[in-house]
């Protein structure tokens, strides 16, 4: 993909694949769907519990890979992974807000950020600088065999 094309597509609503090294024993990675913010040219935004594995993790790592894909032909992916570059903790109640609203419609979200409000009251928000990109579009492979 090219540049604009994969900053598009990571900027698209999909549900991301939060990776991040877990040295605890076990041999493999954390990996955790979540929700996500991005826009292009910016940094990757996730919300996680303060006191959550996957945010002590990332804490020991100092960074952490995302990947997002579509999951109907033609099958695309896009997947990064940088350094952490902020941890605000508390959320900002706007980017709580906005998150909510990516992934939700206006009463819906309304409904979640009142019933989980004590619940993310203990989030943080983690901030990373895009620096590995891993891209597929199968879109022209598909198409020569269309």
Request: aromatic fraction near 8%; charged fraction near 25%.
């Amino acid at each position: 993909m090219s540049v604009e094309d994969r900053e598009e597509f990571l900027a698209g609503l999909h549900v991301g694949v939060l990776g991040v090294d877990d040295p605890r024993g076990g041999g493999g990675p954390l990996l955790v769907p979540l929700w996500y913010d991005y826009q292009p040219g910016g940094l990757v935004t996730v919300q996680t519990g303060r006191n959550a594995l996957k945010a002590g993790l990332i804490r020991g790592a100092g960074r952490f890979s995302l990947c997002v894909q579509n999951e109907s032909a033609p099958y695309r992916y896009v997947s990064v992974e940088g350094p952490v570059v902020a941890v605000e903790d508390p959320v900002p109640a706007a980017d709580r807000e906005a998150l909510a609203h990516r992934y939700l419609d206006a009463d819906t979200a309304s409904a979640y950020l009142e019933a989980n409000h004590e619940q993310l009251a203990d989030d943080i928000l983690i901030r990373m600088r895009p620096q590995r990109w891993r891209t597929a579009d199968f879109a022209a492979f598909a198409a020569a065999f269309g």
